[in-house]
């Protein structure tokens, strides 16, 4: 405990139709984080993308917002948590408008970075919303559990949905699907929710400001550092030029932080080792899905050669075993506590993982690809609840946006890092096995599998380390599902 407990007000009577509101934009987030990777392909043969500029329709996305989640939640908090939602939400839905109509990489590149500005407004505003919304524990639990479950399979969707509509129809409509739920959930909100800001000096407001610069322009030059190791050296100045500029951008965000009044993240928010449980996982799971995703997915088309139909449709094993991981751990929760379902869920995602390091050209999908989803979708529905409460346990009104915004800033940093991180790895090793002889279709499948080993890997420390860290576990007393219908 932090001492940062604040008497909550009474509970909204329209929490739960509000909660199906802020959700909409929730599955819409993690929906865009992941439906563009089955789409790649098709989207690098239109709009004839470099190697380098199809990373960047990901990253551009990733960076955004994890740039800027911190500032987005901040914001809310002293603007108005309402009206930071709504306008993020608009923001989404025309920047998935603009992305739908791209006809070059520019057009399609900046809208991502708008999609990840839109996130970064939207999220964290909204989860702090659901914290404030629902005061009492069960309930909050079971809400908290329906937002960790709706992102997972918003992730998983997004890959499903995406190699049907690229194959049926075109890749545009990846993009497409996603403005009505924004409209919808902006004027649900509107009705539903009503507006909640705190107060803070100008001068703290100048240094969010310009402390969201900073992160923003060094997450963005250390991975553009990152992927210029795939093809320059390590030590020219493609590589050390980006890598040492936004090394000492983040380095000049963190004397900014000690040294303000008024700083984008106080440093007293992290005292508390329930939260940093939390973050901690946050931080493991987040690299190594997104290394999950991505890999499997090139390996159904490029090794497999699945169409995008076909490539789409095999990730429903994924999206059905989520559900079970999810409802048990919500019933576990009040006897097992988060401490351990945490550790538990990422080292069965970790296991899961591995499991794709096994695969090889001639690798079938119920042999090779299943296990590896059944594993890994299990698991991340173990592991979302026990996430969520460990890293909001504890936060007041008054830091609502900030622990919201710190959560899933951590979440877009952490995809985009071990997306650049380890697949680099993975393609510097193909590479060098290519240069040695090795036959390229060898090479690219031991890159890949040593991809998957160390993001595997991850998850195994990150397990242990998670449940080191916690000083105690979270358990609510069992909810009545009869006290919290959701059609209240």
């Not at 050390?240 to 009044?261: C, D, E, P, T, Y």
């Not at 989520?322 to 048990?328: E, I, T």
């Not at 097992?336 to 690798?363: K, M």
């Amino acid at each position: 405990m932090t001492g940062d407990t604040e008497a909550l007000p009474a509970p909204n009577p329209l929490r739960w139709k509000a909660l199906i509101g802020l959700a909409l934009v929730q599955f819409i987030i993690f929906l865009d984080a992941t439906n563009v990777n089955v789409a790649l392909p098709s989207i690098q043969r239109d709009l004839k993308l470099s190697q380098p500029e199809l990373t960047w329709v990901v990253n551009a996305y990733l960076i955004a917002a994890g740039g800027l989640l911190l500032l987005g939640g901040r914001l809310g908090d002293l603007v108005g948590r309402r009206r930071v939602f709504t306008a993020g939400a608009a923001l989404l839905a025309v920047s998935s408008l603009t992305a739908a109509l791209s006809t070059s990489s520019g057009m399609l590149i900046g809208s991502r970075f708008a999609q990840g500005v839109g996130e970064a407004l939207a999220a964290p505003t909204a989860l702090s919303m659901v914290a404030l919304l629902f005061t009492d524990e069960r309930e909050r639990t079971k809400a908290l559990g329906i937002w960790g479950g709706l992102a997972g399979l918003g992730a998983a969707s997004g890959v499903l949905l995406s190699g049907v509509l690229t194959d049926l129809a075109s890749w545009h409509w990846i993009f497409y699907i996603g403005v009505p739920p924004c409209v919808i959930s902006l004027v649900m909100t509107l009705r539903l929710v009503p507006e909640t800001r705190e107060t803070a000096a100008a001068g703290g407001r100048r240094t969010s400001w310009l402390s969201a610069v900073l992160l923003t322009g060094g997450m963005i030059a250390v991975v553009h550092g990152l992927l210029n190791g795939i093809d320059h050296p390590w030590s020219s100045s493609a590589v050390l030029a980006s890598l040492i500029g936004g090394l000492v951008a983040l380095a000049v965000f963190a004397v900014l932080q000690l040294r303000s009044a008024n700083p984008l993240i106080p440093l007293g928010f992290f005292t508390s080792r329930t939260r940093l449980t939390g973050y901690a996982g946050q931080v493991f799971m987040a690299v190594s899905t997104s290394v999950m995703f991505f890999l499997v997915v090139l390996f159904m088309q490029q090794t497999a050669h699945y169409s995008p139909l076909q490539s789409g449709l095999a990730w429903l094993p994924y999206t059905v075993l989520f559900a079970p991981g999810l409802v048990l751990s919500t019933r576990l929760m009040p006897v097992l506590g988060s401490r351990l379902l945490l550790s538990v869920g990422l080292f069965v995602i970790g296991a899961g993982i591995f499991l794709f390091s096994l695969l090889g050209g001639h690798s079938g999908f119920v042999g090779g690809l299943l296990p590896g989803m059944a594993l890994a979708a299990f698991g991340s529905g173990l592991a979302a609840p026990a996430l969520q409460l460990s890293a909001l346990d504890d936060v007041s009104p008054r830091n609502a946006g900030l622990g919201s915004g710190v959560l899933t800033s951590l979440q877009q940093i952490s995809q985009s890092l071990g997306l650049s991180v380890i697949t680099t790895i993975g393609l510097s090793h193909a590479h060098a096995l290519r240069v040695s002889g090795t036959a390229a279709a060898k090479a690219a499948d031991e890159g890949r599998s040593l991809s998957f080993v160390i993001a595997g890997a991850v998850l195994a420390v990150g397990a242990v380390t998670c449940y080191l860290i916690a000083d105690r576990t979270i358990k609510p007393a069992a909810a009545d599902d009869a006290a919290v219908p959701l059609t209240a």
